[in-house]
């Protein structure tokens, strides 16, 4: 089982809708969660952090569940702009270190 | 501010050359960061540091070899390149406690090895 595991994709979703991305890892014990975003041929930045509590940034919604071992990401309303690559990361070990997913990619279409 | 920067952008080898690649960032940060990503693969980390004159393994140091002689700077040496380093270099920084940090990172480098 990879440490980090995403759905690679691609999901191709209309404009308007609403997509959803979940995220699995492997150890109990992980202490952070993070989705970040990657354009096409651009650096990665940081979209949000998961809290347990689940947090919700304008059409984002992020969603941990640590008895399943899995991360989620809700974008409603989407738009053009949202199309990239979203990437699952977790601290897997309460390090200095992240582990990557390998990305989900989406694109919205017109 | 300039954030993460990385020099170059874009680099050609030829099979056993040498190469460095320069990553500065001007944020103060206490950890930096290379990853090398390739397609299916996601990013992985090379090498790690916490601090200057610190280096750390990552999960695929072979090949390459750091430096961390100044704060904002982190550098990414390959000795003797090889075609399975052909890949795209990213660096990355945090402040200190970077687990629960944002990573900021630079541009990438595209490296390829012929």
């Known amino acids: 089982r990879k440490e980090v595991e995403q759905d690679p994709g691609p999901f191709n979703v209309p404009e308007g809708a609403t997509v959803a991305f979940n995220c699995t890892y492997s150890n109990s014990a992980s202490q952070s969660f993070f989705w970040y975003r990657q354009d096409c041929r651009k650096e990665p930045k940081l979209l949000m952090s998961?809290?347990?509590s689940g947090n919700e940034d304008g059409r984002f919604t992020a969603q941990l569940n640590r008895a399943s071992q899995y991360i989620s990401l809700l974008i409603r309303d989407s738009k053009l702009s949202d199309s990239a690559t979203y990437l699952c990361?977790?601290?897997?070990?309460?390090?200095?270190?992240?582990?990557f997913g390998t990305g989900t990619r989406l694109t919205i279409i017109p | 501010n300039a954030g993460v920067t990385q020099t170059p952008k874009f680099r050609v080898l030829k099979t056993g050359q040498s190469m460095t690649l320069l990553c500065a960032q001007d944020m103060n940060h206490e950890y930096m960061y290379w990853y090398r990503q390739d397609p299916g693969m996601g990013l992985r980390l090379i090498h790690y540091s916490v601090g200057e004159g610190t280096t750390a393994k990552g999960e695929v140091p072979d090949g390459y070899n750091v430096s961390r002689l100044k704060k904002q700077n982190f550098l990414l040496g390959l000795e003797s390149a090889a075609p399975s380093q052909t890949s795209v270099y990213f660096c990355?920084?945090?402040?200190?406690?970077?687990?629960?940090?944002?990573?900021?990172f630079g541009p990438g480098t595209r490296l390829l090895v012929l």
């Open positions: 998961v809290y347990s």
């Open positions: 990361v977790v601290n897997l070990f309460g390090n200095e270190k992240l582990t």
């Open positions: 990355a920084s945090t402040r200190a406690g970077g687990w629960q940090e944002t990573q900021y």
